[in-house]
Each structure stands twice: as structure tokens, then as C-alpha cells.
């Protein structure tokens, strides 16, 4: 059955909004543009990956944010993406190289201990499983690859994943189930599971008309968010979740108007806050409105803040950290990494 899209949502008339984005750090290292963030588990760290062929650890002493440490030699090219393992003892890289380096942290002092190739060209995002015994790995040569942590140095291709027609930007496994999602400059965000001895697709989500940049799960795993280059985010419902079958995710909500430039980056927050980044050089923060009705199963979201010129260029990632739901990173293409107090 064709199922009817709900209203488009755009923004309502200009009141002041209910969040505000202090900064609270600018962290500068970086020599060419920082392209993604990855907090570690404990909140404690904050990895950023950079055009310049490094990663730049960051963190707290006393009551500043310095860079405790830089991850160089593991890369020849632009690092893409960055992601902490869930135990926080891994980072795992991808490159522009066409590999994904694995760093581990051997007494304080990170070292690349496995480097994954396969992908003919450029990786452009890595993800680990929440278990930390799956990595997966999408590229520009149009596949996902999965990977499974055989011990701390072995990694073995367990599955090669064809299905999106072009590149590969952003892998993210769900939270709690073994689903692993995929989006792609074909416009469509795909759902793989294993069955037997294999992954296949299960759902392909279609509603974007240019590239998916990037989808963010919310801590259920109930609920998908996709962001695209046709400004537009798309919330997704998965609506056999409580059936615990195969996924099947249907558009409940597309949030339009907010964003005049392509959109590269979602996160979804512990509070069930959305933040985006985007080509407009604006951080924007979304929260479901609980109070409103709807006759379906459709969500209405609203702007609850918004920082413009956040930075001095595209905002390539957002990225709440997850012990302190007030604390929001960001990265840009002004080289910079800046810390944001979201108030809310």
C-alpha cells in the first residue's frame, strides 16, 4: 500500500528561541579542515579527523580544552571519519587512502595496530557494532564492507554489501539490534541484518532527491534520521519494532525550510534532541513536539536553537557528547573544532 507522506513541516514565524549555543572552546591544531568527531565513551576525549592526515585528541586539564595527544603515520590522505570502539580502547579511521586504520591505546600512547584494505578508493565512513566485535566500512566504490574483530590485531571481511548505485557516505549500526544502516549519494538510505551466513538489504528508504550525507539513529533504535544535500531531514519510524521482525522504517516527518544549504551531519542527543550541521555554516538543534496531535503516526519537530556562523564555512559534523547531554562538539571547514553549551 501506498502510504500518504505526512505535511512537509517548515519553520513558523520568527520568536525567540527556547535553546541557546554558548561556545565554550575553539581548538585549533588542525592545518586543513576537520571533517568529523568521534567522543569517546566516557565523554572524556574527543577525537577530530582532518584533512591534514591527522587525528587530534582533545580533552580537559584543569579547566581548559588542550589537545593531549596526535595520531599521524596511519594515513597517506584526507582521514573522512573518526569512530571510538564502544569500549573506548579502539579508534578506528577512515581515509580518502582507501584503507581504515585501527589505533589502539597501548599505556596512554596511541598506536596503529591494524590497517583494513579491500575498498578500491576513497572510505568514506567507519562504524563499530555496539557489541565492538563488527566494524563496518563504506566507500566511494559504492559497497559497504563488514569487518570482524578476530582479536585486538585481526580483522576479517565477514561480508562485501552491494546494493547503493554510487558513493557510500555514512555508516551507522542501530543501537540494540544487529541492523546496520547505510546512506548514499544515490539518494537512499539502505538497512542490511545478517540471515544464515550473509547480509543482504532489508529496507531501502526513499524520500531524499539528492545525496544522503548522513542518518542517526535515536537511542532506541526505533527511530531514524536522514539529512541530505536537498536541505531537507527526513525522520523515519520503524514500524515493526514492536514486532521484532525485519525493519521497516516509514517517513513520519520531513523538516524543510530550516536549512538553506546542504545539510552534512546529524547526531541524535540521549535526550532525544537532533542537531545538524550545515553548508549555511549554522548549527541547529530540533526537539519532537510531544504536545502536538496527529491523527497518524507523523511527528511534528520544531526549531528549539539555532547558532549561525558557527563557524567560518561548512559545519562537517555535529556530535553530542554522550555523558553530558549539554555539551555538543562541531567541526568545520575553518580547520577548527569547537565545543558548544547547549541550554535547553
Request: some cysteine; proline content about 3%; overall charge negative.
Amino acid at each position: 500500500t501506498h502510504m500518504q507522506a505526512p505535511p512537509l513541516q517548515h519553520p513558523s514565524p520568527a520568536t525567540a528561541l527556547p535553546s541557546a549555543l554558548t561556545q565554550v572552546a575553539v581548538l585549533q591544531g588542525h592545518t586543513d579542515r576537520a571533517w568529523h568527531l568521534s567522543w569517546s565513551p566516557s565523554g572524556n576525549l574527543l577525537a577530530s579527523a582532518s584533512g591534514d592526515q591527522t587525528i587530534h585528541l582533545w580533552g580537559v586539564q584543569g579547566d581548559k580544552w588542550v589537545c593531549v595527544a596526535i595520531l599521524e603515520e596511519g594515513h597517506n590522505r584526507t582521514i573522512r571519519r573518526v569512530e571510538w570502539s564502544p569500549d573506548g580502547k579502539f579508534l578506528a579511521s577512515a581515509s580518502f587512502d582507501a584503507t581504515t586504520s585501527i589505533w589502539n591505546s597501548v599505556d596512554g600512547e596511541f598506536e596503529c595496530i591494524a590497517t583494513l584494505e579491500g575498498h578500491e578508493n576513497e572510505v568514506k565512513g567507519v562504524a563499530w557494532e555496539t557489541s565492538g566485535s563488527l566494524l563496518a566500512t563504506c566507500s566511494r566504490d559504492k559497497s559497504v564492507w563488514i569487518w570482524q574483530m578476530e582479536s585486538n590485531t585481526e580483522f576479517e571481511c565477514i561480508s562485501v554489501l552491494h546494493g547503493h548505485t554510487q558513493d557510500v557516505k555514512s555508516v551507522r549500526w542501530h543501537p540494540t539490534k544487529e541492523v546496520l544502516a547505510s546512506c548514499s549519494y544515490d539518494d537512499t538510505v539502505k538497512l542490511w541484518m545478517d540471515e544464515g551466513d550473509d547480509w543482504y538489504c532489508v529496507d531501502t528508504l526513499r524520500g531524499h532527491t539528492s545525496t544522503v550525507w548522513d542518518i542517526a539513529f535515536d537511542k532506541t533504535g526505533q527511530t531514524l534520521a536522514s539529512c541530505s544535500d536537498d536541505k531537507t531531514v527526513i525522520i523515519w519510524k520503524d514500524v515493526n519494532a514492536s514486532t521484532g521482525t525485519k525493519p521497516s522504517f516509514r517517513n513520519v516527518g520531513t523538516l524543510t525550510g530550516y536549512h538553506s544549504r546542504c545539510i552534512y551531519s546529524i547526531d541524535w542527543a540521549s535526550t532525544g534532541y537532533l542537531a545538524t550541521g550545515c553548508a549555511d555554516d549554522s548549527i541547529r538543534i530540533f526537539a519532537k513536539d510531544t504536545t502536538a496531535t496527529t491523527t497518524d503516526e507523523s511527528q511534528v519537530w520544531r526549531l528549539i536553537g539555532e547558532k549561525k556562523s558557527a563557524h567560518t564555512g561548512d559545519v562537517n559534523c555535529v556530535a553530542w557528547n554522550p555523558q553530558n547531554p549539554q555539551l555538543l562538539a562541531s567541526a568545520g571547514d575553518d580547520n577548527a573544532v569547537r565545543i558548544w553549551r547547549v541550554s535547553c
